[in-house]
């Protein structure tokens, strides 16, 4: 039985942009996209008021970012989200969504311990609803994607700006930009592919970088602040619909611009990613 046969009618009302009724998200059809060319949209969620609302609109994969520490905590980093909390999130987003492909994050400490520690954390987040776990950093971790796949854990890795890291990278900067810094990501993303990733999200590095490590990487490669030429983006979801208060990163497009609704703004990010006029590099990308 699929999922949308089984689906309740949303409390929310019929949107003016759903699109119509899809498949489930799975891997295979994700790499059918990579395969076929078609970029990948992403946006983070948090809740299932959002989930349901960024599966309506067409988002192809949603991220339960541990960036929910700042976001919806308000949290000058994400370094103090617990496991409890990405559970919990995991659970009402899972919820809410109904077809898109459900990540989720393993926050800091939940991970770094141990290959049994970050097994049992990813077996929670598993449990919640996820249907793929994400960790931070490159080196080190090629060993831990690989006893979680081997268990059946679909994982996505992340490299370049990694927020867990904040302090020791120096702040919230572009990385890979000297030819050094830049080999050791390529390098990482390389191990990380061999490991049996099945994703990568590239953050913060010049586009030239992230077009390469895409064109080398095996699965799929989602950029943020990367550049137009990975096999799909994501967004914060508070950042392209403008509630976030305060100056934002360059590689952020303000969806809600002229648009009626919040579906509309989502669904406009959608067909933006897809068409590619999002992002452009001139306007969102980051040069070496
Ligand atoms: O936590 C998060 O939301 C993320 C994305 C910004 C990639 O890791």
């Known amino acids: 039985m699929t999922a949308e046969s089984t689906a309740p009618p949303s409390p929310y009302g019929t949107p003016s942009r759903e699109t119509a009724p899809r498949k489930p998200q799975t891997l295979h059809r994700l790499r059918a ?38 976001v919806m905590q308000g949290h000058a980093s994400t370094l103090p989200v617990t496991l409890e909390q990405m559970v919990y999130h995991t659970q009402c987003v899972a919820r809410g969504n109904r077809t898109a492909w459900l990540i989720a994050d393993l926050p800091f400490g939940s991970y770094q311990g ?3 520690q970050a097994i049992a954390s990813s077996v929670a987040l598993m449990q919640a609803g996820a249907q793929m776990i994400k960790l931070e950093g490159g080196g080190w971790t090629a060993p831990l994607v690989r006893a979680l796949v081997e268990r059946g854990i679909p994982v996505c ?25 830049a080999d050791t990501l390529r390098q990482h993303a390389a191990e990380l592919g061999a490991a049996g990733a099945a994703m990568l999200v590239l953050e913060l590095v010049p586009s030239d970088l992230a077009a390469d490590i895409s064109a080398a990487f095996p699965g799929i490669t989602i950029g943020i602040g990367a550049g137009s030429r990975t096999h799909g983006q994501v967004l914060v979801l508070h950042d392209m619909l403008d509630i976030t ?19 509309d703004a ?20 980051y040069t070496a």
């Open 33 to 70: 996209l990579r395969e076929a060319g078609e970029k990948i949209a992403m946006l983070t969620a948090y809740d299932a008021a959002s989930a349901r609302l960024l599966d309506d609109a067409g988002v192809d994969c949603l991220l339960v970012g541990d960036s929910l520490g700042m």
């Open 245 to 263: 208060r305060g100056p934002k990163p360059r590689f952020v497009r303000n969806f809600m611009e002229g648009a009626p609704s919040m579906l």
């Open 266 to 285: 989502v669904h406009s990010y959608v067909l933006a990613v897809k068409d590619g006029s999002f992002p452009d590099d001139a306007l969102h990308g």
């Open 114 to 116: 141990s290959t049994e």
């Open 157 to 181: 890795a992340h490299l370049g700006l990694t927020p867990q890291s904040v302090h020791a990278l120096g702040g919230y900067r572009i990385q890979g930009r000297d030819a050094q810094a």
